[in-house]
T-cell receptor, first 109, second 117 residues
Framework: AQRVTQPEKLLSVFKGAPVELKCNYS??????LFWYVQYSRQRLQLLLR??SRESIKGFTADLNKGETSFHLKKPFAQEEDSAMYYC???????????FGKGTTLSVSS | DTAVSQTPKYLVTQMGNDKSIKCEQN?????MYWYKQDSKKFLKIMFS???????INETVPNRFSPKSPDKAHLNLHINSLELGDSAVYFC????????????????FGPGTRLTVL
């Protein structure tokens, strides 16, 4: 079964601290994974995807097939990073995204 | 602006009513989706349409009926609204098919917050 697990519902850190939002997936084929972010009362927007191997707003995520993980990391959190973060997996047909339950990141000064 | 737009942004209605939410995308995408975000912020696919044809229908009550008049529009009609239908509904689009790795990025609308009283 295809599944995305985000074990933390809420992650609270201080400004300048490192951040790691965990994501594990269950998938039988070659996964395509994404991180989406939703700032307060805004639309969901793509943050990054594993295939691009990019860094956006200081965030990176590496696909670890051995651990079936795609954790999101940032070395120094900023207050403006406070948002809901969703890890998502594209289904086998590429016709839908399967989302994790989301992790709320709260960065305080 | 090139984007995915939804109307209305807010919808408050009584139980038992019928309502529609409209979605339009001007990105030239082939596929459109409806997602439901519940009170716990859990986001789940409801429907997926490709070139006006239904390709995914997740276990959604048949009170929900999507309609796609053309590939730029996907509307959601809900009959006999229930309290449990209260949620934020997001429309999205993506440039599928043909499916290619790296192309399955989805672009989301701003959401419609439905409150059923």
């Amino acid at each position: 079964a295809q599944r995305v697990t985000q074990p933390e519902k809420l992650l609270s850190v201080f400004k300048g601290a490192p951040v790691e939002l965990k994501c594990n997936y269950s998938y039988s084929g070659s996964p395509e994974l994404f991180w989406y972010v939703q700032y307060s009362r805004q639309r969901l927007q793509l943050l990054l995807r594993h295939i691009s191997r990019e860094s956006i707003k200081g965030f990176t995520a590496d696909l670890n097939k051995g651990e079936t993980s795609f954790h999101l990391k940032k070395p120094f959190a900023q207050e403006e990073d406070s948002a809901m973060y969703y890890c998502a997996l594209s289904n086998q047909a590429g016709t839908a995204l399967i989302f994790g339950k989301g992790t709320t990141l709260s960065v305080s000064s | 602006d090139t984007a995915v737009s939804q109307t209305p942004k807010y919808l408050v209605t009584q139980m038992g009513n019928d309502k529609s939410i409209k979605c339009e995308q001007n990105l030239g995408h082939d596929t459109m989706y409806w997602y439901k975000q519940d009170s716990k912020k859990f986001l789940k696919i409801m429907f997926s349409y490709n070139n006006k044809e239904l390709i995914i229908n997740e276990t959604v009550p048949n009170r929900f009926s999507p309609k796609s008049p053309d590939k730029a529009h996907l509307n959601l009609h809900i009959n006999s609204l229930e309290l449990g239908d209260s949620a934020v509904y997001f429309c999205a689009s993506s440039p599928l098919p043909p499916y290619q790795a790296g192309r399955n990025e989805q672009f989301f609308g701003p959401g419609t917050r439905l409150t059923v009283l």
